[in-house]
């Protein structure tokens, strides 16, 4: 399971779909409702939150956003709630790290979204989260 901390609009389409996928598995965990991934280290920083379900909801609304802006047709009525206000935070090295594996992949899926992503000046977030100082979170599991 990969939550990018990065916007979705550097996926490509398999990782896109991918990433619609695993966020609702994440709702999904984090609602109780299933017992795989419940100590997948991803969820971590969702679970800090005051609410948890609100927040993965307010993600997977950005990964609807980017989808449908690209034609294609996720389920809507899968997106739920009220998200609550505010940001979560991510760390510029962790954006980096992301960055690096995002682009590995990209590599052997996609010449046209590796080629974006390696000639970004900078990498935007996930519109979630607000970038800050500090190197890889503690959460990530390094390959």
Known sequence: MRIWSLHPKY???????????????????????????????QLKRFRAEACPIGRINQYLAEVYREAAGRGYHFDKDKVHGRFPAGKMTVTRGQLQYETDHLLKKLKKRDAQKYRELALARTVTPHPLFAAVKGGIEEWEKIR
Do not use: C, F, I, N
């Open 11 to 41: 996926l490509d389409a398999m990782g896109l779909v991918a990433l619609w996928r695993e966020a609702l598995l994440a709702r999904q965990v984090l609602a109780g409702k299933t017992r795989g991934y419940r100590s997948h280290p």
